[in-house]
């Protein structure tokens, strides 16, 4: 009786398994060019990108007090020290228009117009078979999401604070340059 009761029970669908719900996307893991980037389109790895058409491996991360503004500047070489220059061939810097010390985010399309809250990129690189640099200033779209933004007694006199998050920034330049991951820097105050 119990097996006629069970087989009738998985003909009229008693015993149906239900699906777990649906887990939300894992981030991607690569990032192409767009005039419109989102925050969810940013890869979970460290930042990488092409600038003029060229690969850019990131070596240093860090936020940099410049000029009355905080900087996060992305190099393809590390510096001797915190709060060195680094003797990069490529940098990337973006100023960043949120309260120090405030966990925030920012997203602007390349048809956004540039105010006071969205900050403004550029990007300079040595020119090849050459000492000079060149810089390049061209329209942008962007995605920047601090996590987290920690300020701290300086571990050396430079060293002010501590930062986790992403950032995605395309260039409408003629190679489409672009930078984009996640990092996890020190702020510093020359």
Known sequence: MCLLGLALCALTGCLRHTAAPAACPPP???FMWSETPTLDQIPASPITGMINGKPFIVKMVR????LD???LD?????PAWEAAIPNSKVEVELSIKIPQGTA???VKALKDPEDATTGHPW???K???SKNEASKNPPWAGALEIDEWKMAPPSYAFVTGHLKGKVAICFNDGAKSWVAGTFDCIEISN
Do not use: E, N, R
């Open 28 to 30: 991607p893991q690569t």
């Open 63 to 66: 936020v940099d007090h410049k």
């Open 69 to 71: 503004d905080l900087w």
């Open 74 to 78: 992305m190099a393809d070489a590390a």
């Open 104 to 106: 925030s985010s920012i």
């Open 123 to 125: 990007y300079h690189y």
């Open 127 to 129: 020119v090849s078979g």
